[in-house]
């Protein structure tokens, strides 16, 4: 039997439903726990979230991942600022992972970021995980931080080709990604307690979020 998939805007009776999968989906994957799901929930109040590309994906009724997307500004040589976007977190349940589903929800929102007029999308994650969906590292775009420094984990998208036109750039990231830990902890107490755990994806994440292209 086929499965009925739908994908739709994130509505304010799903709020509980998507922090608890973006837990489940994070929890012990890139550190012991997780602070996504408090990121979810601080998102959706902040001036640069963006609420009409925010969605959730469900098989059969049932919400199985998320994305959300945030405002945010490239600069370059010049003092030109360039209105883009980033999203995240964006998730999918670990027993609908490695199926499809997560394409599906990043090319839904790709077309929507499109027709809202947005042409460039930069992101930090694991390339093995983005790169399928035509993301490429930041140095090739000129994209670099504020100390000058292309990280490996961040990756760019042009959502129309050519619009990040070999201008150097820097990339300002959002202040809601600024994630107050004391403020995480106390939300999680109102959640069911899970063990924290090191596992070995924590390494990986770790090199590549510390290694630099040169």
């Not at 619009?163 to 959640?191: C, K, M």
Request: with cysteine; charged share 25%; hydrophobic share 35%.
């Amino acid at each position: 039997m086929t499965a009925t998939i739908t994908i739709r805007n994130e509505q304010e009776v799903d709020y509980k439903n998507v922090e608890e999968i973006t837990r489940k989906s994070f929890w012990n994957l890139y550190v012991p726990g997780c602070m996504e799901h408090y990121l979810v929930h601080v998102m959706r109040t902040h001036e640069d979230f963006l609420p009409e590309l925010d969605f959730v994906i469900e098989v059969d009724g049932r919400i199985i991942g998320n994305i959300m997307y945030t405002k945010t500004r490239l600069v370059d040589e010049s003092g030109e600022e360039k209105n883009i976007l980033t999203f995240g977190p964006v998730c999918i349940v670990p027993e609908y992972q490695r199926k499809g589903y997560g394409k599906k929800l990043m090319e839904h929102s790709f077309e929507h970021a499109i027709e809202l007029g947005y042409d460039a999308i930069v992101i930090f994650g694991n390339p093995n995980n983005y790169v399928g969906r035509g993301f490429k590292s930041c140095k090739k775009f000129n994209i670099c931080l504020g100390n000058g420094t292309f990280p490996a984990a961040m990756m760019v998208k042009e959502l129309k080709p050519g619009v990040l036109d070999g201008r150097n750039w820097t990339y300002h990231q959002s202040p809601v990604f600024e994630i107050d830990e004391h403020e995480a902890a106390r939300f999680d107490e109102s959640l069911e307690p899970w063990e924290k755990k090191h596992e070995p994806s924590q390494e990986e994440f770790y090199i590549h979020s510390h290694s630099i292209i040169q």
